[in-house]
């Protein structure tokens, strides 16, 4: 009997080259597959709701696998988590109707991105955090988050270089900014329908620019207006970001 | 002008072979002096207070070390930081008289270590947390605890291999269990005048053994009392360790 099984995926996203597998190099769709793949006695592919880049961080990435195998769903995990090396790791697996499917039937996502705002950082967060030293005025920063939340043509903040798609119009449910750590730590949480290649990137960039008086508290609505990546900000790096959710 | 500068050093024990300097190998002592000998153009060596094991990690070692040389001393962190790699980082640099040495003046130290205390952990962790599945009992442990702290002769916590010492008698000052996250984690805090090689360590696997119920709730008086290693506990992994403050 053929299964179909999903997934829930924790990562340390430091020592992979991200989600997608490559030939030669340490993925984590790669090593998942291979630990998939010993534990079934198959040959394993993987569907991945996000192809999160190198570097970037998941504590809710999903993924689903077809087979005929013997091991109860429920003793996925531990077997796989055994063999596939502490820096991933599955959560959770259950049995999912057939034609159900990681990307193609997800509803949307959530994700976090962690800004230290710190002239000091501890190293323990070099991998884990986005340093910015000068002081972010949280304010203007919420005040630009208002006008990225809804519906849109978001073009202006996508990169070029993913895969492309039949339209650049997503909806952002909720986007956050947190104030932690007695305000040297700011979190952004924005969840969507559907994101673009590193648009929460550089969403958080162009909030960091305005944030820094870099660029106008309207620089995120002109650049979504106008359609155009340059008007938009930098891209953050990728160690600040985390998949955290996947809505079904 | 001979200075003598003392350092407050910062680091991520994960990608470093322990702290004394050895040939060939990475070590934050040997990084440190490398560091040091470029931004003042000397061949710069260090005393540091404690010789932390690979894995282990620091918020407050300290090291002094002597030179004539023009750099001011508070721009000695940033100088140096810029060049070290993120990973280790000075985050103070302070004059002091004379013959003050890091190891030799020090009144005393404080140590933190942290376990996680669940079946599930998440891959962040892995490095910096020592994880205990089975539940612990942390009444047992702080009854065991108080048996520790005080003036003692603590040969039956001391590992082989460490520098030879006049006397194994060491005073604790303190040793507090703290439930954290929930009661999923607890943290060690010890600190006392001197430890000796592995201490901290042999003292957290007999409070966890302990804790489990695989040994006696006085086993730690009784190991104390005999100075036999044997009737100690196991000796906890590095990672979840942190020297955190040293004493002057």
Known sequence: ???????????????FHGWQRQPGLRTAQGVLEEGLSRITGQQIQVDGTSRTDAG???????????????IPTDRIPIAANHIMGGDIRITEAVDVPDGFHARF????????YVIWN???????????????EKP????????????????HDFQCFQAAG??????????IYDLQLLEEVQGRQIALEISGDGFLYNMVRIITGT?????????????????????????????APPQGLYLMEVYY
Not at 59 to 65: C, E, M, N, V, Y
Not at 162 to 171: F, L
Request: charged share 25%; proline share 3%.
């Open 1 to 15: 009997m053929n299964r179909n099984i999903l997934l829930t995926i924790e990562y340390d996203g430091t020592g």
């Open 56 to 70: 970037v961080h998941a504590l809710g990435q999903r993924a689903t696998f077809q087979g005929d195998f013997g």
């Open 105 to 112: 039937s997800s509803r949307g996502k959530k994700y976090r």
């Open 118 to 132: 710190s002239s000091e950082m501890p190293v323990f967060y070099r991998n884990y955090r986005y340093q910015v």
């Open 136 to 151: 972010l005025d949280i304010g203007r920063m919420r005040r630009a988050a208002e006008d990225i939340v809804g519906t």
């Open 162 to 171: 993913g895969t492309p798609r039949e339209t650049t119009v997503r909806t």
């Open 207 to 235: 909030l960091v620019d305005i944030g820094l008086g870099k660029m106008p508290v309207d620089a995120a609505a002109n650049a979504i207006q106008a359609g155009d990546r340059r008007l938009a900000g930098h891209t």
